[in-house]
């Protein structure tokens, strides 16, 4: 099993060439290999629908690595087009998708993005988009994994930010510590476990074609409300 590993993974390309059962767990899609994954784009641009119909018009996002190379820092269009973790890439093309349908402009939305995966990084993270003035920081921030938002809400708390009075907070997978954490977390939920039973399923039996997306649903909990002028 490949989990999420980057289009050009050199560990991916090795494996297919034993030409053993292998399935990949998120992503990439690769021709001629079982993938077990959601529809990342639509999932995450039903977390940003819900944050701009509630009023929210700057949106900050944080992201884990696009690429590995170490980077840190905004992400550009440039930036996001090179992006070789399908996964992020996709999550950012449906925040981007839901501003726009929306009639945002571009300059709405605020990508950050740390090479890291922990609760350090998404607070390194919240603290760079959080940190300006009054009237340029977002009044929303989405990130792309519960273990960064959970980092923003910590970031949030130091600058002194109440959530969601001052700022709302989205994650993405509906990790169990996003339920407990206060105030609770808002987020995109998705199976894991079921998608690993899958995963395991079709190397006991191997299949080489996509197959049916596991679902996902919206979880709306205390960390998200209506922009802070609209009170």
Request: some cysteine; aromatic content about 4%; glycine content about 8%.
């Amino acid at each position: 099993i490949a989990h999420s590993p980057a289009d050009d993974d050199p560990a991916l390309a090795a494996a297919l060439s034993r030409r053993l059962p292998t399935v990949i767990a998120g992503g990439p899609s690769t021709a001629g290999v079982g993938c077990v994954t959601v529809d990342n784009e639509a999932a995450a641009a039903a977390a940003a629908r819900h944050l701009i119909e509630q009023g929210h018009r700057r949106l900050g996002v944080v992201t884990w690595r696009l690429r590995s190379d170490g980077y840190t820092g905004p992400v550009d269009e440039a930036r996001l087009a090179s992006a070789s973790y399908e996964v992020f890439r996709l999550r950012l093309r449906g925040y981007q998708r839901a501003a726009a349908s929306a009639g945002l402009p571009e300059t709405a939305v605020r990508v950050w993005e740390q090479p890291g995966h922990s609760v350090a990084d998404g607070r390194a993270a919240g603290h760079a988009l959080l940190a300006g003035p009054d009237h340029e920081r977002p009044t929303a921030v989405l990130a792309s994994t519960d273990v960064l938002a959970l980092g923003v809400l910590q970031a949030a708390f130091a600058l002194h930010l109440d959530v969601p009075g001052d700022l709302s907070v989205a994650g993405f997978d509906d990790i169990d510590e996003s339920a407990r954490v206060r105030p609770a977390l808002t987020t995109v939920h998705q199976s894991l476990y079921q998608q690993g039973q899958d995963c395991a399923r079709r190397l006991i039996s191997p299949v080489t074609t996509a197959g049916p997306l596991h679902p996902t649903r919206l979880v709306i909990r205390a960390s998200t409300a209506p922009r802070p002028e609209r009170r």
